[in-house]
């Protein structure tokens, strides 16, 4: 479920060391499944641990992760860099904001997993978002833009050249194309 590197799991070791006896780490996210997702690690004393927690072992200690947070760090990844102005502990969960679907799940599951972890965090920089409203029997995905997407004068290039390009990349023999029905409406909320 998680990795975590050598050089993290050393440096949670020496960080621990100065914990009470028995104390592990916790690894959990916040929000888990949503677009405001945060993931995180704290310290986890022997009383905090829960009857429904899992536990990860690893070199000297144990990851703690409650059963609300596990579905949202498959695939998370722990690494601990030191460089020349400092250290820095990374915590990658690349489905924090949406839960892992399976290869066999429906199409519109599997593209909505797509499109809410590798589609939206690009557009919430420019405070847009988009949602598959459904996907046709001719395998068009039929997209909802919201945000700073609606009325942005570059809605047609975000939509040709990034979104369908990475759907029918993805999904070549099931997408065959997409469409937006948004009723686009320059306002202040718009991005240009």
């Given at each position: 479920m998680i990795r975590i590197s050598e050089a993290?799991?050393?440096?949670?070791?020496?960080?621990?060391?100065?914990?009470?006896?028995?104390?592990?780490?916790?690894?959990?996210v916040v929000n888990p499944g949503m677009p405001n997702a945060e993931c995180?690690?704290?310290?986890?004393?022997?009383?905090?641990?829960?009857?429904?927690?899992?536990?990860?072992p690893f070199n000297g200690f144990d990851a703690v992760v409650d059963s609300g947070s596990a579905p949202f760090l498959e695939d998370a990844a722990i690494d601990?860099?030191?460089?020349?102005?400092?250290?820095?502990?990374?915590?990658?969960a690349p489905n924090a904001k949406?839960?892992?679907?399976?290869?066999?799940?429906?199409?519109?599951?599997?593209?909505e997993y797509v499109i809410?972890?590798?589609?939206?965090?690009?557009l919430a920089n420019h405070g847009g978002q988009?949602?598959?409203?459904?996907?046709?029997?001719?395998g068009v995905a039929v997209l909802q833009f919201g945000g700073g997407c609606n009325g942005c004068s570059m809605?047609?290039?975000?939509?040709?050249?990034?979104i369908e390009k990475e759907l029918l990349e993805r999904f070549p023999d099931?997408?065959?194309?997409?469409?937006?029905v948004t009723e686009h409406e320059h306002g202040e909320h718009s991005y240009y």
């Open positions: 993290a799991q050393s440096h949670f070791q020496k960080l621990l060391a100065d914990q009470p006896e028995g104390t592990n780490i916790r690894v959990f995180g690690v704290s310290y986890c004393p022997p009383d905090s641990v829960e009857p429904d927690d899992e536990r990860l601990f860099e030191e460089q020349e102005l400092g250290s820095q502990l990374t915590l990658k949406a839960r892992k679907v399976a290869d066999d799940a429906p199409l519109i599951d599997r593209v809410q972890v590798e589609i939206n965090p690009q988009v949602m598959v409203t459904e996907i046709t029997d001719s809605i047609d290039v975000t939509l040709k050249n990034g099931e997408i065959t194309g997409v469409r937006d």
